[in-house]
């Protein structure tokens, strides 16, 4: 029994030794940061404050759905460019069958777009609300 601790341990001692130097680490910075860090107080500190600009109006502001589209686009078409990435790595070793696979991909996310631009995804600007009126030049 005990020679099956001691060759454990000796396997495993490198593990216990980083996770001991990361545990101390991490307690030097912030015992470090607390020791040596500002502490000025006062009433601009308790603000929320976002790239320069301090927040106005309530923080439960309601967004558009297409914002939330958006994002879900991004992430799918984002997403469509890690697996053509892995594809283009290894298209010598799938040969035929690898890029027919992934021109049918490609396919279904044109599709998959072109339905999005039908429905109205991508139309972000404010529908006009018919033709502008004509502008008169003062001197006419």
């Known amino acids: 029994m005990e020679q099956d ?12 030794l980083f996770l001991l130097a990361v545990a101390t680490l991490c307690a030097l910075m912030m015992g470090l940061s607390s020791l040596l ?32 589209l958006v994002a879900m686009l991004f992430v799918i078409f984002d997403i469509e ?5 892995a594809w283009a790595v290894s298209v010598r070793e799938v040969g035929w069958a ?4 992934a021109a049918l991909f490609i396919l279904v996310l044109l599709a998959g777009l072109l339905y999005d631009s039908r429905v109205g995804v991508l139309d972000w600007a404010p529908k006009g609300r ?6 008169r030049r003062p001197d006419a």
């Open 5 to 16: 601790a001691t060759a454990l341990v000796a396997e495993h001692w490198a593990i216990g």
């Open 37 to 68: 860090g500002g502490r000025s107080r006062g009433p601009s500190k308790t603000l929320p404050f976002e790239s320069g600009v301090t927040g106005v109006g309530s923080a439960r502001h309601r967004f558009s759905v297409k914002f939330y």
């Open 81 to 85: 460019a890690v697996f053509l990435f």
């Open 98 to 101: 690898g890029f027919w696979a």
């Open 130 to 135: 018919g033709r502008p009126a004509p502008v």
